[in-house]
C-alpha cells in the first residue's frame, strides 16, 4: 500500500522560505514518480513540480519555475519541495501524490497524501 505523509507547512512572510517534506517508502519511491500540487479555496487542484522514479527527471509548472525545487533523498525516503521567493499567491493547501509516470496531470496520481498548508502572508 502506498501512504504519503506531507509535513512542513506553516506561514510565511512574502519572500520568505519553506520546506515541505513528503515521506514515503523506498517500495514507493522505487516504482512511483512523486508529484507536488496544491490547492487554493475556491480553485482546482494544480501540479507544481514531479520528479521521476527512474531518472530524477523533474518537471514544474511556470508559476514556480526557478523558485521551487524538487529533490529525493532515497536514504530517508523523502521526496522534498523548497519553496524559495513565496508570494502570497502561493497560499494553498499542498498534497504530494504518487503515480507511475511524471506529469502534473491531477487525474494520473492514484495516491494523496493528506495535504499541509502553506500561508504567504505578512
Known amino acids: 500500500q502506498v501512504m504519503l505523509v506531507e509535513s512542513g507547512g506553516g506561514l510565511v512572510q512574502p519572500g520568505g522560505s519553506l520546506r515541505l517534506s513528503c515521506a514515503t517508502s523506498?517500495?514507493?519511491?522505487?516504482?512511483?514518480?512523486i508529484g507536488w500540487f496544491r490547492q487554493a479555496p475556491g480553485k482546482e487542484r494544480e501540479g507544481v513540480s514531479c520528479?521521476?522514479?527512474?531518472?530524477?527527471?523533474?518537471i514544474y509548472s511556470d508559476s514556480v519555475k526557478g523558485r521551487f525545487t524538487i529533490s529525493r533523498d532515497n536514504a530517508k525516503n523523502t521526496v522534498y519541495l523548497q519553496m524559495n521567493s513565496l508570494k502570497p499567491e502561493d497560499t494553498a493547501v499542498y498534497y504530494c501524490?504518487?503515480?507511475?509516470?511524471?506529469?502534473?496531470?491531477?487525474?494520473?496520481?492514484?495516491?494523496w497524501g493528506q495535504g499541509t498548508q502553506v500561508t504567504v502572508s505578512s
Open positions: 501524490a504518487a503515480a507511475p509516470h511524471p506529469s502534473l496531470r491531477v487525474g494520473l496520481y492514484n495516491y
Open positions: 523506498r517500495f514507493t519511491l522505487d516504482y512511483y514518480s
Open positions: 520528479i521521476s522514479f527512474d531518472d530524477g527527471s523533474t
